[in-house]
Structure formats: C-alpha cells, structure tokens
C-alpha cells in the first residue's frame, strides 16, 4: 500500500514514521516533507503543496490513502477537492475545518450548543475593542480570528499589552506572513520581519480581520485530541504542551516548545466530562448543523482546580509537537485506524498504548518566534533508536547537510518510564545537537513532575 502524508512539519515526520511500521505500508510520500523525510531512505519527499497536484499525483501513483498534517490545506479543502475525486482522504472538510480557521465561527458554535469555553465578544473595528478591552479590564486574552500558526493568542496581563495586541491585530498593513503555505503553516513559524514592530510576537491578519476577545480562563491547560469518523469518537493518548518560549511558561506565545503524554491533569473524571460535555456535542452540533465532521479533532482545554474542563480552542488536526510523544506511544497499527476511520468503522477500534510516558523538546530557531533564521547548519544529531527519534519540523538538506529552514526545527521525543526520566533522557539526547542561535526550554513536562 501507499500511503501519502499532506505537510511538512514534525506532525508529519512523526505521522510518516509511525505509518511506516505497518506491515501493509509499502512506501510513504510526504508533500512537501523536510530535510528529516528527505534523509531518510524509506520516505520519499515529494514537492507539491498545490491541491490540485497532489491529487493528481495520488491518482497516477495509486495512493491508498492520504492524511492531512497541518490546518492551511484543510481550510483550503484538500479534503473536499480529493472526495471529489474519489481518492481516500482523512481530514475535515473546508466546512467542518472552520472550527479551527475561525475563532469566531468556533465561539459562536460552542454558544449555540452550550459548549464550556470563556464568554467572549468579537470586534472588527479597532475603537470598539479598545472600548471593550478597558471596560472588561486584565488579565484578558485577544485571539486573532483566523489562522495565525500557533501565535496568534495574547494572553495580555495589563491593558497596554491588550491595546497593543489590538492594534497589531487590526492593523490592515500586509506583515509578509506566511499564512499561504499550503505545506506547512504551523511549523515555518514565518512572521513579520520587522520584530520591533511586533513585541508580542504575534500573527497580524491582514483587510477585514476581526479579533475574538475572551475573559481570562484561570487552570491547568491541556491537549484532548480524537479521532472522528463522522458518528464515531475515539479519544487518542491525553498531552500537554508548552506554549511559551521561555522556561516557567514565560515569554511570548509560540506554537509550542515541547510536550508529553499522558497528561495527569486529565484524571478519569476529566476525561470522561470533556467527552460528554465537549466532544459528543461538538460532533452532534456541526452533524446538526448540516456539516459531518471527519479527521482529528483537537480540544485545547482549560481545567480548572475543581476539575471542571472548558474549551480553548478547537483545532481540526493533531497537535505539534503533541503528534510526537502521542505517536510514540501508539502501539496500535496507525494505517489500520485511519482506514476504519474513513470507511465509517471506528466503534470497531480500540487503541493500545504504551503504558510508559513520551515527552518531546523543541529545538527553535534563532529568532524564533518572531523573525526565525534560516541556513544554520545543523550538526550532532543523534542516530534513531526504539524509543528515541529526533523528529524535524524547520529543516531542510543543502549539499547534503540538515540546515534551519522555519522557526520550529526539531523535536527530541523519547520514552521512558516516567516523565521524569523521559524529561532527563530527552535533554541528555539533546546535548551533541548544534546550531547557531538554537533556543530550548530546559524545563519541558514541569507541571507533571511537580504533580
């Protein structure tokens, strides 16, 4: 069988790498891939990020299936274009994908159907959010509304940071993002090259932007990812990732620096309210409303010291880096689950994990998250083993060689008996990598070691 992985981030080095142990999996092609896939021998890069393309190219080479990585193809509806044809895909709709490339459309659904997520309002005009801003007083979050690679949320401690958060926001001059880019939008991390006209490091949206502006949620975060068939839920391994650049949660907003699996936030009294409070509606609600959701479902969750989950965000794909320890721990047969998830039989499928913990650091670029460097040769890279594998996300090869080519660059995922010793082997393994101006945090998987 061939199997085709749309994106080119450490989500889909990690989803090629896990497709590749099925027996049934012949050959595994990655649009556009990165200097990770392009290394190794038994994946094959293919550069193409124009839907149109690839669908040409997984008709004339057969693919069996294809499976979307990141959110810019899915809300430019690759899956609707590859359905049209008749070829086996799994993802959202451009339709359903909406939970993840509006906020606003995201916020007003989960109203609708009684959804626990913050109360919220949302502006198109710059005065009227400033208004709301300092009547509502901070702490205060500002979401820009549409996709923004992870950096488009200012949790805004004083009201300057939220006014500033609005006006970057709002402000209809183009910053040069990089939202366009079908491969991989979430892992180039490409922003506005001007850093001093963007201190909160955050993703401008461009003519006709709105803002989403919410009360401030006070918790433990969380990341509760499943998979749907368009009736039947199975919920994957819980995670926990690292959103802010610096160590103790410090630092702008990032699309995340590490995370690991499971997350012990998420107690069995957790998990089973977020699936009958949050899931099962969210999936009832968008069949309700006329769009069958299909493909992963990610829930970024808020949980309170009471227990009590509210939603975030919603995302329509797996995380990143959260894809990386949660696939490590996958034992079962990932190309078997995702072919009962696109012929409707999920309810036939029950997962089998690893009962030991995987926990991922991100290696970022210089610059990073604001203007990320590019070209920086990439040395000390360990060799692959069972339990440890050093996925690529901003990298590709010249002359050979691994460089930085986006602001993620790799993501050190290991296993290991506890977080704990997963934290300290990951760093260990980190040691001989070498790149200039190479950022980590050295305290990825903190909150569940103190725990």
């Not at 959110?71 to 274009?81: H, M, T």
């Not at 099962?280 to 990610?298: D, N, S």
Request: with cysteine.
């Amino acid at each position: 069988m061939k199997v085709l992985v749309i994106g080119g981030g450490g989500r889909e080095h990690a989803m090629a790498w896990k497709l590749l142990q099925s027996p049934k999996v012949q050959t595994v092609f990655v649009a556009p891939g990165n200097g990770g896939t392009a290394a190794d021998k038994r994946l094959h890069n293919v550069a193409i990020t124009d839907h149109a393309a690839l669908a040409d190219f997984a008709q004339a080479e057969r693919i069996t299936l294809t499976v979307v990585g990141p959110e810019v193809p899915l809300a430019g509806g690759v899956v609707d274009l590859f359905r049209e044809r008749g070829l086996r895909i799994f993802g959202p709709t451009q339709a359903a994908a909406q939970l993840e490339s509006s906020k606003a459309f995201a916020k007003a659904f989960m109203k609708r159907h009684a959804i626990p997520t913050a109360a919220y309002e949302v502006f198109s005009d710059a005065a009227a959010a400033h208004a709301y801003v300092t009547a509502q007083g901070a702490p205060i979050v500002i979401k820009a509304d549409g996709l923004a690679a992870g950096k488009g949320v200012v949790v805004a401690a004083s009201l300057d940071e939220a006014h500033q958060a609005i006006d970057w926001m709002l402000n209809p001059r183009d910053n040069n993002s990089d939202n366009g880019n079908n491969g991989n939008n979430d892992n180039n991390d490409n922003n506005d090259n001007n850093a001093a006209a963007n201190p909160l490091g955050v993703q401008h949206n461009a003519g006709g932007a709105r803002v989403v502006i919410e009360e401030f949620l006070d918790g433990e975060e969380a990341s509760f990812i499943v998979m749907c068939d368009g009736k039947n839920v199975v919920s994957l391994a819980t995670s926990q990732d690292h959103k802010r650049l610096l160590d103790a949660d410090a630092g702008p907003n990032t699309g995340g620096m590490g995370a690991y699996s499971p997350a012990p936030v998420v107690t069995p009294n957790v998990h089973a309210k977020v699936m009958k409070e949050i899931i099962h509606p969210t999936i009832a609600g968008m069949a309700a409303e006329g769009i069958v959701f299909t493909g992963f479902l990610y829930a970024g969750l808020m949980i309170d010291a009471q227990g009590q989950p509210r939603t975030v965000e919603f995302n329509c794909r797996m995380g990143d880096p959260e894809t990386q320890p949660i696939l490590m721990r996958l034992k079962s047969d990932l190309f078997d689950v995702l072919m009962s998830a696109t012929d409707g039989s999920l309810n036939e499928v029950e997962l089998e994990w690893d009962r030991r913990a995987a926990l991922g650091v991100v290696m970022a670029a210089h610059g990073y998250p604001l203007d990320p460097r590019k070209g920086d040769a990439i040395t000390g890279l360990p060799s692959e083993a069972a339990d440890a594998v050093v996925f690529h996300a901003g990298t590709s090869l010249k002359d050979g060689q691994p460089v930085t080519s986006g602001g993620r660059v790799l993501c050190i995922t290991v296993l290991a008996d506890s977080v704990k010793l997963a934290q300290q082997r990951a760093y260990d393994l980190l040691q001989p990598i070498q790149y200039s101006g190479m950022q980590f945090r050295r305290d990825i998987g903190f909150r569940a070691i103190k725990r």
